[in-house]
């Protein structure tokens, strides 16, 4: 039974309160970290419910995640309205399109699979490609992304770069093609995919008033969680369930848009009262989780890098200060972490009330080997640790039976053969995604291995054989296995959004990566911002923050993140200018070459030069590379831009490489596309007509 109004009013404060009974308008809640959001959104519709405003079930209740709509259904249960439907955008979506499909199109709604991996693989092998395990993940990423961003596969090569889009080992228009022929497969198999649920609602409400007609009168109320991840093709749907209504409600937190990769935006809340004049805006500022000096830090963080969100207020009794810790190395780093770790828990703190968070998953083996070594229960979000992953099991395997064949080979040189066969490079992957964790995880297997070997070399013991390295890999795969369900979570930043623990500590704030190094332009680096800030609101009263000079001793030529800056001493914030200067290389760093300022775009970087400032090709150069490109183009029959784009032909007219290693070396040209023109480019170049 639901309770009275005034009961329900009454654990509000006036924010919650002004959400909880503003009817009769659209309204907007921009609700910091730790603010009680979805209090206020349960009671808003309690309350509605209560005073006669909302009927129960005209309620849609819509969020992103399962785990978070069946928190709304418990707690309007609490509340007394248990009729009130609280669901997934896709849930929803695909409810009304099964029910109404048969009698918008006089068919039922054709199968939802889950078999989408084998399907891009199919389409992948019918163009005669052949992307690993890595590279399909990343492929049905891109699918995903293009579905959700309303980009048409034949669109695809020429919007991708503009939206920083790469897949490591295919270049875009490959990717395009990819898209269509996927497609073409789901279509044969008469089934339809996640995506296309969405993607369905939108096209039945669309092309049938009537049908769009009688949802919006079963469901006249909507409240939106988590709004600030909103895609274009949800908004779309959004659009088309609320109609001319104005009574629904929206609530989001800007500054926690860390999915932009996957096409959310946090444009349509910031914009909201921009698109509904009338709109009321009610921002919750009262923060229930974390202390004054936590919450002082977060917002220091907020004010710095321009995230947009409200100043939180705690509400919460006072903690100690946040720690900014530099290390020497990332071992001092994993060894200081899990100090402070122990010392939370003789503080009476448990194990299950802390974490150590971190931008990518390859930062956690030496986590994971510090906790496992000092008896500390751990267990990784997710469930998979580090020597769990397909790919280090992979390697581990190979380096075994090499050992068993010969364990007298230097592990260094060993592990590095392996990993070639395997088909790893000393050069990182483009883009994020799927082939780039496989890559860091390789990397970080290489990386144990020089360490092993310098250690022993250090000791005075000689050179370290492959048998001990194996050894020392077994080893520590056997004692890092998750030990206790009490135990510290491991996550990345990612996974980590939603969760609270009273301690926590934020590893690896250095630049490069946190801003990851592939972090190009302001726009990404402002969803590097956003982790950050995630990060630092995930921790209740105690909170430390550590960067490392260098990946091990010796080292020391890395600089704490700029986001440390104005919140740590002058004397640590100064190098990281200065390493900006230092590394024009760098995607976060790059700089013209004309001008000396800062680059942005792709196409920028691919030019090491903005488009207006001076060229240092001649223009004949240009031109018979142009003429060669379009010739090849007319040959193959393919647009020009799938040869070479415009950005990355220019980049080649300016440096003139003169072998395959600097042709291999031009951004944009990459591994297939220098086998399969270098010759030409390279005889062109060189004074030739550039022919076969």
């Known amino acids: 039974m639901i309770a009275e109004p005034a009961a329900l009013l009454a654990g509000l404060d006036p924010e919650q309160q002004q959400v909880a009974t503003s009817f009769g308008a659209p309204v907007v809640v921009i609700a910091g970290a730790g603010t009680g959001k979805t209090r206020a959104l349960t009671h808003r519709i309690a309350y509605g419910t209560a005073i006669g405003a909302y009927r129960a079930a005209a309620v849609l209740a819509v969020t992103f995640t399962t785990r978070a709509a069946g928190e709304l259904r ?27 499909w048969p009698r918008a199109y006089g068919s039922q709604l054709p199968a939802v699979t889950d078999d989408r991996l084998p399907m891009v693989a199919e389409a992948a092998r019918a163009l005669r490609l052949s992307p690993d395990a890595g590279a399909l993940r990343d492929l049905l990423t891109e699918v995903s992304w293009a579905k959700v961003s309303n980009v048409l596969p034949a669109d695809y090569a020429e919007l991708a770069e503009a939206s920083g889009r790469e897949v490591a080992g295919l270049d875009a228009a490959q990717v395009g093609r990819v898209l269509g022929r996927y497609e073409q497969v789901k279509a044969a198999r008469e089934v339809i995919d996640f995506d296309d649920i969405l993607l369905c609602g939108v096209a039945m409400l669309t092309e049938h008033a009537d049908i769009a007609e009688e949802v919006r009168a079963t469901y006249r109320h909507l409240v939106v ?55 009321r805006v009610v921002r919750l500022v009262r923060d229930y989780r974390s202390s004054p000096q936590v919450v002082g830090l977060a917002n220091r963080v907020a004010r710095n890098t321009r995230l947009g969100t409200v100043t939180l207020e705690s509400q919460c009794p006072p903690g100690p200060e946040p720690r900014v810790l530099p290390c020497a190395n990332e071992y001092d780093e994993a060894a200081a972490v899990t100090r402070w770790l122990v010392e939370q828990h003789e503080a009476g703190v448990p194990w299950r009330e802390q974490a150590v968070l971190y931008r990518v998953h390859a930062q956690s083996p030496l986590f994971e080997s510090a906790l496992a070594q000092a008896g500390v229960p751990f267990m990784v979000r997710g469930g998979e640790g580090f020597y769990d992953r ?85 080893a520590r795969a056997q004692a890092e296995h998750p ?19 009273t301690a926590v500590a934020l590893v690896g704030v250095q630049e490069g990566t946190l801003p990851l ?84 775009s792709g196409a920028e970087r691919k030019l090491r030069r903005h488009a207006d400032c001076p060229a240092a090709y001649d223009e004949d150069t240009w031109a018979r590379l142009v003429a060669w490109r379009l010739g090849v183009a007319k040959e193959r029959s393919v647009p020009a831009y799938v040869i070479f784009t415009d950005a990355t032909l220019m980049a080649i007219a300016e440096d003139r490489p003169a072998d395959a290693p600097a042709l291999l070396a031009i951004p944009g040209v990459g591994r297939t596309k220098a086998e399969q023109y270098g010759e030409a480019v390279l005889a062109l170049l060189a004074g030739g007509d550039g022919a076969d």
Request: net charge positive; proline share 6%.
């Open 225 to 279: 969680d988590e709004y600030q991840d909103v895609n274009p093709v949800q908004q779309t749907l959004l659009d088309l369930w609320w109609g001319e209504g104005g009574d629904h409600c929206v609530v989001g937190d800007p500054a926690q848009t860390i999915h932009s990769f996957a096409g959310a935006t946090p444009a349509y809340l910031t914009g909201f009262a921009d698109r509904f004049p009338q709109a």
């Open 390 to 474: 397909p790919e280090v099991r992979q390697v581990m395997g190979t380096l075994t039976e090499r050992a068993r064949r010969d364990p007298g080979l230097p592990c260094v040189d060993a592990c590095r053969d392996v990993l070639a066969r395997l088909g790893w490079t000393p050069q990182p992957p483009s883009g994020q995604g799927r082939v780039r964790e496989r890559w860091e995880s390789l990397a970080a297997v290489l990386a144990l291995a020089e360490d092993v070997a310098s250690a022993q070399a250090e000791a005075g013991e000689g050179t370290a054989d492959l048998a001990a390295f194996v050894a020392e890999l077994t």
């Open 483 to 501: 030990l206790s369900a009490d135990g510290v979570t491991l996550s990345t930043l990612h996974a980590a959004k939603g969760l609270e623990w």
């Open 517 to 600: 190094s592939l972090a190009a332009g302001p726009e990404q680096v402002a969803e590097e911002a956003r982790l950050f800030y995630v990060g630092i609101t995930r921790a209740r009263s105690r909170l430390l923050i550590c960067w490392s000079r260098a990946r091990r001793s010796g080292g020391g030529n890395r600089f704490p993140s700029r986001f440390l800056e104005g919140i740590t001493p002058r004397t640590e914030r100064t190098p990281v200018r200065a390493a900006r200067r230092e590394k024009p290389t760098s995607a976060l760093s790059a700089t013209c070459r004309a001008c000396g300022k800062p680059l942005h």
């Open 74 to 100: 418990s707690r309007l249960r609490g509340l007394g309205v248990p009729t009130v439907q609280a669901r997934t955008f896709h849930s929803a979506a695909l409810r009304q399109a099964q029910y109404f």
